[in-house]
């Protein structure tokens, strides 16, 4: 049995670094800010993010539309309904709602809705500064639809497509998105997962904002002609695509005790690609369950050859957070959960989810 989980860990340990080493597509500082709809990569839920975002290999059920949606597959609940609520920077909230259910042996569908809350922004123009009076809330929101199977009793695959919709006052912009996931789950409790997010068309806004209204070079030739109205046309752009390869390993020390660790390699399309790691603990009663979780990332800028970590590059820093899981009947459980991860120069984001389990 030594030799076996050896051998996976070696196994996984070794792809990971092919991997990273190959460099896919990989981000510089000088793509950063080049991609558009970035709220995609705005983390929800508690539990994934808590360990950092690198719980692409052993998370399941609801939460892992977000995730890994091949995630969803290994569920052993009919259906689960999450709704979750982040406190982002700047005033910023992010709150997100999503729903799975199982369908015997054609698998396990799932719909999700992620929307930002800006608040009411004042309306300036450049002969009122300091605002009209009006104000005006930015609406992005992305719908995804998503699906998952267990093609065997260890390999799970899992599918999302995302409509993104961005509209800022009269102008708008909207695109589609895809998610795709796969795990393996050995029989020794060590996980290997793979998923490649945000891969989609470009988007370009559009819209009555973008015109105004000038005299045309010949108004001097015509002076009875009149403003002609211009529309400036935007260039469109990208979405944040990102690839995650992650392993897990859970083990028991003890009846009641369960530990699960993990590591991650993120390639950004549009940043520093991330190596990432995780930890959690939950201890189990037969009706009730505790878990404490926490993880992190480090940023390899490799324009400078080094490493950040809450910098004026990459401002995130660890996370941590936890949660409890309740019996509620034969047929409903509940899992309240907490998470939040330092930031600098910004206050912390927060977290907060319920997920019920029928």
């Known amino acids: 049995m030594r030799r076996t989980i050896t051998g996976y860990l070696m196994i996984g340990i070794a792809f990971l670094h092919i991997v990273s080493d190959a460099g896919i597509v990989a981000g510089t500082k000088k793509r950063k800010g080049t991609a558009g709809a970035m709220e995609l990569i705005l983390p929800v839920g508690c539990c994934g993010t ?28 009919t259906s ?64 995804g639809l998503s699906f998952s199977r267990a093609m065997t009793d260890r390999i799970n695959i ?23 996931g796969v795990q393996y789950q050995s029989d020794i409790g060590l996980q290997i997962g793979v998923a490649l997010r945000n891969l989609g068309t470009r988007m370009r806004f559009d819209g009555t904002d973008l015109e105004k209204r000038v005299y045309l070079p010949t108004y001097t030739e015509d ?26 390993y859970t083990f028991e020390p003890s009846e009641g005790h ?61 996370s941590f957070g936890g949660g409890i899981y309740l019996k509620m009947g034969e047929n409903l459980h509940l899992s309240i959960d907490y998470a939040c991860q330092m930031a600098k120069r910004f206050s912390d984001p927060e977290w907060i989810s319920l997920i019920f389990k029928f």
């Open 50 to 77: 808590a360990m950092g975002g690198n719980y692409t290999a052993g998370i399941s059920g609801v939460e892992a539309l977000f995730w890994n949606p091949a995630g969803m597959a290994a569920t052993d609940r």
């Open 223 to 248: 002076p009875i002609a009149g403003k002609e109205a211009l529309r400036i046309v935007s260039q469109p752009v990208e979405f944040p695509t990102t690839m995650d390869i992650g392993l897990s």
């Open 158 to 180: 899992g599918v999302t497509g995302k409509l993104v919709s961005e509209k800022i006052m009269n102008t708008s912009a909207t695109g589609m998105a895809f998610d795709f």
């Open 80 to 143: 689960e309904l999450m709704a979750s609520r982040m406190n982002y920077i700047a005033d910023i909230d992010v709150n997100y709602i999503a729903v799975q259910g199982s369908f015997s042996s054609a698998g396990v569908f799932g719909l999700s809705l992620k929307s930002l809350d800006f608040g009411d922004i004042p309306v300036t123009t450049e002969y009122a500064p300091d605002g009209t009076g009006e104000t005006y809330s930015p609406a992005y929101v992305t719908m």
């Open 258 to 318: 369960q530990c699960t660790g993990m590591v991650n390699f993120r390639d950004n399309h549009f940043g520093f690609d991330q190596y990432g790691a995780g930890l959690e603990y939950q201890y189990s009663m037969p009706a009730f369950r505790i878990a404490v979780r926490t993880g992190g990332s480090v940023a390899h800028d490799v324009e400078d050859n080094c490493y950040r970590i809450m910098d004026d590059e990459m401002i995130y820093g660890p």
